[in-house]
T-cell receptor
Framework: DAKTTQPPSMDCAEGRAANLPCNHS???????VYWYRQIHSQGPQYIIH???NNETNEMASLIITEDRKSSTLILPHATLRDTAVYYC???????????FGKGTRLHILP | DAGITQSPRHKVTETGTPVTLRCHQT?????MYWYRQDPGHGLRLIHY???????DKGEVSDGYSVSRSKTEDFLLTLESATSSQTSVYFC?????????????FGPGTRLTVL
């Protein structure tokens, strides 16, 4: 079973920041938080991951709370091409596998 | 983009026929994975490989077998296809296991079993 909880869908206006929340209250101290997204009919795409510090790359920022029980993925200036399903994933003890949950369907509104 | 191809990209077959899907990588990554994606279920792991001739089961492995005779190729076989195996199949690769390394996904194969 997925170890994360995400809202099923969200809307965001084009050009605004999209903030996608994720709860992972049972995360272990040595587990990372990963974010992927899947644009319609394509394979999932890696976005970012982190352990406990905030992370930023060219695609997004990841904010992890101090207790690590939740995180937020931030797309700073959302465009229509960011419309996708976003998956928040915690890597389990069996590190070989990724368990995907249902994700959040993000709609970017023009 | 990571060098991952899947073939065929689309296939329609009949119940009871054998089907083999191929995943090919040019990245020389050690780990390879097969997932299926169905409405309401998200992505589910079928089998994965952690090296040549080394494979293990995922969460939905029944009815599927895999083989990996070369680093670059990972084959998924449905010995006798059923309608419940109609799905989109994704292959993924990763350089190593461990929490710090991401998986890269292929474009997918859409399989329809009539």
């Amino acid at each position: 079973d997925a170890k994360t909880t995400q809202p099923p869908s969200m809307d965001c206006a084009e050009g605004r920041a999209a903030n996608l929340p994720c709860n992972h209250s049972t995360i272990s101290g040595n587990e990372y938080v990963y974010w992927y997204r899947q644009i319609h009919s394509q394979g999932p795409q890696y976005i970012i991951h982190g352990l406990k510090n905030n992370e930023t790359n060219e695609m997004a920022s990841l904010i992890i709370t101090e207790d690590r029980k939740s995180s937020t993925l931030i797309l700073p200036h959302a465009t229509l091409r960011d419309t996708a399903v976003y998956y928040c994933i915690v890597r389990g003890n069996r590190d070989d596998k990724i368990i995907f949950g249902k994700g959040t369907r993000l709609h970017i509104l023009p | 983009d990571a060098g991952i191809t899947q073939s065929p990209r689309h296939k329609v077959t009949e119940t009871g026929t054998p089907v083999t899907l191929r995943c090919h990588q040019t990245e020389n990554h050690r780990y390879m994975y097969w997932y299926r994606q169905d409405p309401g279920h998200g992505l589910r792991l079928i089998h994965y490989s952690y090296g040549v001739k080394d494979t293990d089961k995922g969460e939905v492995s029944d009815g599927y077998s895999v083989s990996r005779s070369k680093t670059e190729d990972f084959l998924l076989t449905l010995e006798s296809a059923t309608s419940s195996q109609t799905s989109v199949y994704f292959c993924a690769i990763s350089e190593t296991s461990g929490r710090r390394y991401e998986q890269f996904f292929g474009p997918g194969t859409r399989l329809t079993v009539l």
